[in-house]
Structure formats: structure tokens, C-alpha cells
């Protein structure tokens, strides 16, 4: 499948060291968009940059922690310096720590709220101005959020999960009254079931056991699936904007 509107264009993906961060990595630099990649494990973000390289495209690896804000604007320096000031920024790093909240546990708590909004307002706050500048030089200019189907539908031990994904489409919409009117386009994806890393750091045995019980029942979307939703919306005409699409395996309801 090939898109419109991806090549020449520089992105920003967050999360892209594995699942559909590295996807959509992977996808927009085959469509010709030069892409910075951002996560913790740098020799996982430089496997990820060399496959793209290898395959004629163009990809930097940056290695960042978006709950640390020294590291989120050395980071933004970096891409600046070596590719200038970005126009398609994908917030796809997130962490889901599942448990019953009577479980009491406040570090997945906060690593969840630190990383999937603190961290995605961090990034937003990092590249706006390079949003803004390429929107009003007449350039296509993207914020794509990574949500979950989470956002609507409550799992039982979810729920803090839940929360910030609801906090995240929120915060998708009513950046639209900010940025839509300065031609910035804003999207929340919602994937449901995707195969990716994310279930591997539940600490919850029977609740990981659940979970995998889901991916046999449904069938899991590949991440490869997801990024190509995130290259579609991206590559629509600069007045079209998918504000909200929900992706879902077939078999989720
Ligand atoms: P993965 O665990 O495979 O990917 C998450 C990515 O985020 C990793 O590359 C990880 O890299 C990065 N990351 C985590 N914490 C940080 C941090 N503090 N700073 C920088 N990067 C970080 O899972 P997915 O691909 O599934 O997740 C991508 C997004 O999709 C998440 O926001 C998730 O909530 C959402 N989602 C996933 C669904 C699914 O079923 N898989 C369904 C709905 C939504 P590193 O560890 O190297 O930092």
C-alpha cells in the first residue's frame, strides 16, 4: 500500500523501540518521511533505525525517557539539530500495569500516569511550536495520539489504565480547540487487542494469564495493522482530519 502526503516529512514517534511505536516507525519511513525514534532502550532503537536504514530510509535513533523532562529536551535538541523542526509527531509509549486498586499500588500508578499522560504532554509541549510553524507555511502538520479502546470500555483491574487512556482522549479532543484552528491536525487512535510487548511487564500472573486468554478468543491486531490506521490519517489532505478512530480486531466488541 503505498500513501500520499508522507514523503519529505519529518517525524517524531515515541515508543518506537517496540510494538506499534516501531511500526509506524518502520511504515512512515518506507513512505519517505524522515523518522527520529524516541524510547528507553537505545540498542532496541538502533536495531529498529538500522532495518530502516537498510531499507533506503532515513531514521535516528534517540534514545529518551518522556517521564524525565531533562531527558525529553535533550532529546528535542537533538532532533532539531539533525533534522530541523518536525511536522508529524506520534505519541505512541505507554505502559499498562494491570491490578485490583484494593492492591494499593501506587508506583504502577503513577508510572502509568507519569508515562501515558504526563510523558504525552511533555512531547506535545516539546514539538508545538515546530506543529505550528509547519502548519502555517501551508504544511501538513500532525498530532497522533496513541489511546486505547480502554478509554470507553471498563476491564475489571483496569481501571487506573483505563483512566489515562481516558485522560488521553480527552486531552486529544480539546487540544482541537487549540491547535485546529492554526491548521495542526489532531488524531486519537484507539487500538484495541494489539500483539506487541505491552502485556510483558504485567506482575499480576492470573491477570497476564487473562489477558493471553483474550488474544487466543479474538485474535490480536498486529501492530503493523495499527500503524497502518496512523499512515492513513496521517496522509489524508491537510483540511481532513480523523479526529477519533477506534481499531479494533474483528472479534472485540
Ligand atoms: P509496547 O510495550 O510494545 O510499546 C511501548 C513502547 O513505549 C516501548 O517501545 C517502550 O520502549 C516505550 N516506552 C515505555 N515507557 C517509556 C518511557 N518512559 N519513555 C520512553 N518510551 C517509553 O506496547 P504497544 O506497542 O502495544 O504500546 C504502544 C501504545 O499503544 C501504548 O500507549 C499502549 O497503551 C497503546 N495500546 C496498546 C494496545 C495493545 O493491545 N497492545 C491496545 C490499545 C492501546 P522502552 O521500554 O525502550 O522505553
Avoid at 162 to 170: D, I, R, V
Wanted: glycine share 10%; net charge negative; aromatic share 4%.
Amino acid at each position: 500500500m503505498s500513501y500520499e502526503n508522507l514523503a519529505g516529512r519529518t517525524a517524531v514517534v515515541t515508543g518506537a523501540a517496540s510494538g506499534i511505536g516501531e511500526a509506524v516507525a518502520e511504515l512512515l519511513a518506507a513512505q519517505g518521511a524522515r523518522v527520529a525514534l524516541l524510547a528507553r532502550r537505545g540498542e532496541r532503537l538502533e536495531a529498529v533505525a538500522g532495518k530502516i536504514r537498510a531499507g533506503g530510509g532515513e531514521a535516528l535513533a534517540v534514545v529518551a525517557d518522556v517521564t524525565d523532562e531533562a531527558s525529553v529536551r535533550a532529546a528535542t535538541a537533538r532532533i532539531r539539530t539533525t533534522y530541523g523542526p518536525v511536522d508529524l509527531v506520534v505519541n505512541a509509549a505507554g505502559v499498562m500495569l494491570p491490578n485490583p486498586v484494593e492492591a494499593g499500588r501506587i508506583d504502577e500508578w503513577q508510572r502509568m500516569i507519569d508515562t501515558n499522560v504526563t510523558g504525552v504532554l511533555r512531547i506535545i509541549r516539546a514539538f508545538t511550536e515546530d506543529l505550528v510553524s509547519a502548519a502555517a507555511e501551508g504544511r501538513t502538520a500532525d498530532l497522533v495520539n496513541i489511546s486505547s479502546v480502554g478509554a470507553h470500555t471498563p476491564y475489571p483491574h483496569y481501571a487506573v489504565y483505563g483512566a489515562t487512556k481516558a485522560a488521553l482522549t480527552y486531552l486529544s479532543q480539546s487540544l482541537r480547540t487549540e491547535f485546529g484552528p492554526r491548521d495542526v491536525r489532531v488524531t486519537n487512535i484507539e487500538p484495541g487487542l494489539t500483539e506487541s510487548e505491552l502485556a510483558s511487564h504485567i506482575d499480576n500472573a492470573e491477570l497476564a494469564g487473562q489477558l493471553d486468554g483474550m488474544f487466543e478468543e479474538l485474535g490480536g491486531l498486529s501492530a503493523g495493522e495499527v500503524a497502518d490506521v496512523v499512515a492513513y490519517v496521517a496522509s489524508r489532505p491537510r483540511r481532513v482530519n480523523l479526529r477519533q478512530v477506534m481499531v479494533l480486531p474483528t472479534r472485540q466488541a
